[in-house]
Structures are given as C-alpha cells and as structure tokens.
C-alpha cells in the first residue's frame, strides 16, 4: 500500500472558523510532510516531522498548527485563515526524514478561504 | 536550501513530437529527483537519480544527471496527451526536505 490519504478533499471556510485537515498513511514511513501549494507554483514545505517530532516549521504563520498523534497520521489545525492562504495542501511522508528519501503524496485538500 | 531552476515554464508540442526539460543548481547536488503532476492532480513521484552521469529510462522517458552533479534533463519521445502535466525537479534542501523546482507545464495538442 503506497497510498497517502487527505480528508476533506474540498473545504470553504470563513476567515473565523476552525478547521483542521487529516492525513493518514499506513506505509510504516516516520516522515510526515505537509506542504502548500498556489495555482501554477510548485509545493512550498510548511512542516516536516520526523519519528512524530516537528522537525522543520518553515517559518509558517502561527493560525497554522501542526499536529503528530501518531506515526500514522498527522493533522493540520486551521484558525483565522487569511483568504490569501487558499491553496491545495499537499501531505506526504517518507521512510524517514532525510532528502535522498523518495516522498509520497496524498491527493491533496483544496481550501478556499472567504 | 540549495536553489534548483528549471526550465521552460512552459511547453506546448503536438502529439508525437519530444518534450525536454531541464533543471541546474549552483551547488552540487547528492541526489535529483523528478515528480510529474496531472491537472487537478497530486505529484506522483517519477525518479531520482544519485550517481553522476547517471541515465535512466522508463519507457519512452529518459532522465540524465549531469556528470558534475549540477544538473539533469527529463527527455519524453514521442509525446501522447497521456503526457499532459506539469514535471518537476527537486534537489535536497536542508536535511529533511525537496527544493523543488518552478516546473514545466507540458502541454500535448492531438
């Protein structure tokens, strides 16, 4: 099974609510990846865990949360989003966390911030 | 992290003509690899190429690392509208992530 799952495939949210977005893999991998990405650019990491530890925060504004339950899943929690964060939001995960490690990624969850 | 640029932006070809893209960084990369995303799609990983002067096939791609570790090309023969996506380079960053490259929409008129 090489498939990376995201729930919801599509959200519309107000600039005040609270939202999070899932993501699950069951591939045994430690390395969790959520990524942003604009119409027509490439993917822009957000945050990267590593064996359930944040690893990396690309200096991403804080109404952006991550979260690691476990090896499995890993969420991201949404609050005061700005409309300009609308955006597909990639997870992906490798076997572990180093750059040489191939990365699979999840269909995606289409925000769109009103 | 380590820049990769790639180029061209964009490409429109008609069916059954080759399709080339390339990608080059200032600094010496350890690994490339090369993710080809559908309209309305996900990246879905392609290859990635460790060893200078490394050439790799797949069908009708061929994928090429610089000898110097610097750059690499993706080349499709004879292009089908199967090819339609946007392909993208990703060298190391820092140590846990991809730098990945603007991409190269590839465009495929029957």
């Known amino acids: 099974d090489t498939e990376v799952t995201q729930t919801p495939k599509h959200l519309v949210m107000g600039m005040t609510n609270k939202k999070s977005l899932k993501c699950e893999q069951h591939m045994g991998h430690r390395a969790m990846y959520w990524y942003k990405q604009k119409a027509k650019k490439p993917p822009e990491l957000m945050f990267v865990y590593s064996y359930e530890k944040l690893s990396i925060n690309e200096s991403v504004p804080s109404r952006f949360s991550p979260e690691c339950p476990n090896s499995s899943l890993l969420n991201l929690h949404l609050h005061a989003l700005q409309p300009e964060d609308s955006a597909l939001y990639l997870c992906a995960s490798s076997r572990v966390g180093t750059a040489q490690e191939t990365q699979y990624f999840g269909p995606g969850t289409r925000l769109l911030v009103l | 992290g380590q820049q990769v640029m790639q180029i061209p932006q964009y490409q429109h070809v008609q069916e059954g003509e080759d399709f080339t893209t390339y990608c080059n960084s200032s600094t010496t990369l350890s690994n490339i690899q090369w993710y080809k995303q559908r309209p309305g799609g996900h990246p879905v990983f392609l290859i990635q190429?460790?060893?200078?002067?490394e050439v790799k096939k797949q069908k009708r791609l061929t994928f090429q690392f610089g000898e110097a570790k610097k750059n690499s090309s993706l080349h499709i023969t004879a292009t089908q509208t199967t090819d339609v996506g946007t392909y993208f380079c990703?060298?190391?960053?820092?140590?846990?992530?991809?730098?990945f490259g603007k991409g190269t929409s590839l465009l495929v008129t029957p």
């Open positions: 990703a060298g190391p960053s820092s140590g846990y992530a991809l730098n």
């Open positions: 190429l460790v060893k200078s002067g």
